[in-house]
């Protein structure tokens, strides 16, 4: 993985269930969305979501750590890209990350009418 994250934020009261523990929900919704980043950068367009394969949940994320998403292209098809994205938390008053989530999301590149188009190779 790249050291420099896709996205980064801070997981919010409205993110967590009664445990103050965040919903697994909310932070695939964040991977996905650090992942579309990369995918559309290389796709030089629009890339949706088609799948979501192994995600592991490593570690709970509590309301005020700060969530860094990173992702990085692992196969580049001819309309396709798989990006393998890990969430990691780290504590508000802390230096130390710690990965929480891990997953592969399955992009594929459209055009406006929303049919596959070609990925440069």
């Known amino acids: 993985m790249s050291r420099n994250p896709a996205m980064r934020t801070v997981a919010m009261p409205a993110d967590a269930n009664a445990y103050g523990d965040i919903f697994g929900g909310w932070l695939m919704s964040l991977m996905d969305s ?3 980043l990369v995918a ?6 629009r890339a949706v979501t088609v799948a979501m394969d192994g995600v ?4 709970p994320v509590k309301v005020g750590d700060e ?3 990173y992702a990085e292209i692992t196969r580049v098809g001819k309309t396709s890209l ?5 969430a990691y938390r780290r504590e508000r008053h802390s230096e130390e990350e ?7 999301f399955t992009f594929v590149a459209i055009d406006d009418a929303g049919n596959p188009r ?3 190779q």
């Open 34 to 36: 650090g992942a579309g």
């Open 40 to 45: 559309a950068r290389r796709a030089q367009g």
């Open 56 to 59: 592991e949940f490593h570690k």
């Open 67 to 69: 969530v860094s998403v």
């Open 82 to 86: 798989v990006i393998a994205a890990d």
């Open 98 to 104: 710690q990965k929480v989530t891990s997953a592969k």
């Open 118 to 120: 070609p990925v440069e």
